[in-house]
C-alpha cells in the first residue's frame, strides 16, 4: 500500500478506534500497524483516500482514557495479521504512532462530536 500523497485541499478527518485490550495498542504501537472489524474497513479506506490526512485516536474499552493517537499511513488491504489473535478483523493496514500517552476522557469533555448529536468525545 502506497502512503499518501498530500491533498492539501481535503479535509482531516478523525476517528475513535476503541480496542478490546490494551495489549493491541502495544502491539500496534511495537509494530506500526492495526487492524479492524471489516465493518470499519470501508469507511477508514475512503477516508484514506478522500482525505489529506486521517487521523486515528485509540481508547481501550472501560479505561476512560484515550492511550494516544496516529496517523493513518496507508490503505487497509487483504492481509491479516496473527498478532491479534481474533477471526474477527479485517485486513492489516499501517499506522504512524505521533503520541502515546493516557489521557483521561475528563481533559477532552470540552470536544463535542457534531456527527454524533453533539455528545462529548470520549
Known amino acids: 500500500s502506497k502512503s499518501p500523497s498530500p491533498r492539501p485541499n481535503m479535509p482531516l478527518r478523525y476517528f475513535i478506534m476503541k480496542s478490546s485490550n490494551v495489549q493491541n495498542i502495544d502491539i500496534s504501537q511495537q509494530k506500526g500497524i492495526w487492524s479492524t472489524t471489516p465493518s470499519n474497513e470501508r469507511k477508514l479506506n475512503r477516508a484514506f483516500w478522500e482525505s489529506s490526512m486521517v487521523y486515528l485516536i485509540f481508547s481501550v474499552q472501560g479505561s ?26 479485517g485486513g492489516v493496514f499501517k499506522v504512524e504512532w505521533i503520541r502515546k500517552e493516557s489521557v483521561p476522557f475528563q481533559f477532552a469533555h470540552h470536544l463535542l462530536n457534531p456527527w454524533n448529536d453533539n455528545k462529548k468525545v470520549q
Do not use: P, V, Y
Open 64 to 89: 476512560g482514557h484515550f492511550q494516544g493517537f496516529a496517523r493513518m499511513a496507508s490503505e487497509i488491504g487483504c492481509e491479516k495479521s496473527q498478532d491479534w489473535g481474533s477471526s474477527g478483523f
